[in-house]
């Protein structure tokens, strides 16, 4: 008896923690950026370490901490990973401070938790996955919404970088202090990651208003990709589209026609209506910006490889991306002169910060796990039936953010980006949830 009542108590708990973790991504967009917990470790991280720690103690009372091996060795790997970035804080040859630990523990460590995290509470049940999934649309819903209202409001298709800023009043304040238009790029990838999730309502039949609702947001969000003036992100975006043409225009379904006519339709009105100024802002920033931004590139690059042919094994430690580049006289005049704009901290590249700051070592760690995450994706969708079309879709939707993820990792750092592990946590989860039913 007293077993049993053990057991429902932890699957209370664990329900409790899997409705907390469905909120982690809210609660990282809607958390006041500029509050900062001891060592900068910001209000969302917190929120992550302690989810993890109710999940803890939950494996702990329950002991049902069930994983198939592909699950089991992805996050080993993930967890070596980030134990091997704060690790290199030892062989780092510059001095530890503040800075490394939060870079060590909020770019990774934490991320690491929330992929175990979402990973083992939300696959307890499908209604848990389902609503995960449904607060990531919702989040995209918000967003847009909320990006096409400020739209109108300032009346300048160039308000994320100057209007939103020329608004000196109190409620413009609170919004960019709450949410996650302090930053344009960020705003337009945090839509980009989660976009392809509008499928899964839009092809599972839910209600028509739903659909047409995510229908809306599915305009909105190119058309605010595209008004970031970001070339990256309408390359990631295109992309995600061709992808999404490719696999769902060939079905009979009406459906499938409304996605591809809405976003073919929806996207050619918005670039159609901006063509002209689009033209020139893109042209200017070529005559202005490119050849600059090009050698400085080339430059960050070539300080990078530098350092890396100095420190090949373990890096030069987190948080070191920085000092490694303002080392070089030429960089740090370039930081100087574009006042932030081209801010290398995260050296515009992924991979390349990776094996900077952990070395060889650090990347080879990082590769393998994308290459595990990617063939798990596989592993998953042959676990399930023909029957169980909306989990397929979810599968594809985590792809297409795979692949948004990898592309725009090219050209900048997503490494801090909460959405990103835990929509990455989600097909494990559903891995998880039919695993435990098999074993049932």
């Excluded at 990774?108 to 509470?121: E, K």
């Excluded at 847009?144 to 209202?149: F, I, Q, S, Y």
């Excluded at 042209?283 to 080339?298: D, E, I, N």
Aim: net charge positive.
């Amino acid at each position: 008896m007293i077993a049993v009542k053990n057991q429902n108590i932890a699957g209370r708990i664990g329900a409790f923690t899997g409705v907390l973790t469905t909120l982690i991504p809210l609660a990282f967009f809607f958390s006041p950026v500029s509050r900062s917990l001891p060592l900068g470790i910001a209000p969302e991280q917190a929120i992550i370490g302690v989810v993890g720690f109710f999940l803890l103690v939950n494996t702990f009372v329950s002991g049902d901490l069930t994983l198939s091996s592909q699950n089991f060795e992805l996050l080993s790997i993930f967890f070596v990973f980030s134990g091997l970035y704060f690790l290199t804080l030892v062989t780092s040859p510059f001095p530890v401070d503040g800075n490394n630990l939060k870079a060590s523990i909020t770019v990774f460590g934490a991320q690491a938790v929330l992929l175990a995290t979402v990973t083992v509470t939300i696959g307890r049940s499908w209604w848990l996955i389902r609503r995960a999934v449904n607060a990531i649309v919702v989040l995209n819903i918000l967003l847009v919404g909320l990006g096409l209202t400020l739209l109108l409001v300032t009346l300048n298709v160039n308000f994320f970088r100057n209007g939103i800023y020329a608004l000196d009043t109190t409620w413009v304040k609170l919004l960019r202090a709450v949410t996650v238009l302090h930053n344009p790029n960020f705003y337009a990838r945090t839509i980009l990651f989660s976009f392809p999730f509008l499928l899964v309502p839009i092809e599972t039949g839910a209600r028509q208003g739903y659909r047409y609702l995510c229908f809306g947001s599915a305009v909105g969000s190119i058309l605010l990709v595209i008004l970031t003036f970001s070339r990256t992100n309408v390359i990631v975006l295109g992309v995600v589209i061709l992808i999404i043409i490719y696999r769902y225009a060939s079905t009979p379904r009406f459906e499938n026609r409304a996605i591809l006519s809405t976003l073919l339709g929806g996207g050619g009105i918005g670039f159609a209506a901006f063509f002209p100024f689009l033209l020139d802002r893109f042209l200017g920033k070529v005559s202005q910006f490119t050849a600059q931004g090009t050698t400085l590139r080339l430059t960050m690059f070539q300080t990078s490889l530098e350092s890396f042919a100095q420190h090949p094994i373990f890096g030069t430690g987190p948080g070191t991306a920085m000092t490694v580049l303002m080392s070089d006289p030429e960089m740090k005049a370039a930081i100087i002169q574009f006042k932030g704009r081209l801010v290398p901290l995260a050296m515009h590249n992924n991979f390349l910060l990776v094996l900077v700051e952990a070395g060889a070592v650090g990347l080879a760690l990082f590769v393998l796990f994308l290459l595990k995450y990617w063939s798990s994706l596989f592993a998953v969708k042959s676990k399930l039936r023909n029957d169980e079309k909306d989990l397929k879709i979810i599968v594809d939707a985590t792809e297409l953010t795979f692949v948004a993820f990898i592309i725009s990792g090219l050209t900048a750092v997503n490494f801090g980006m909460s959405i990103i592990w835990y929509i990455f946590a989600i097909p494990l989860a559903i891995y998880r949830r039919r695993i435990l039913d098999m074993i049932s």
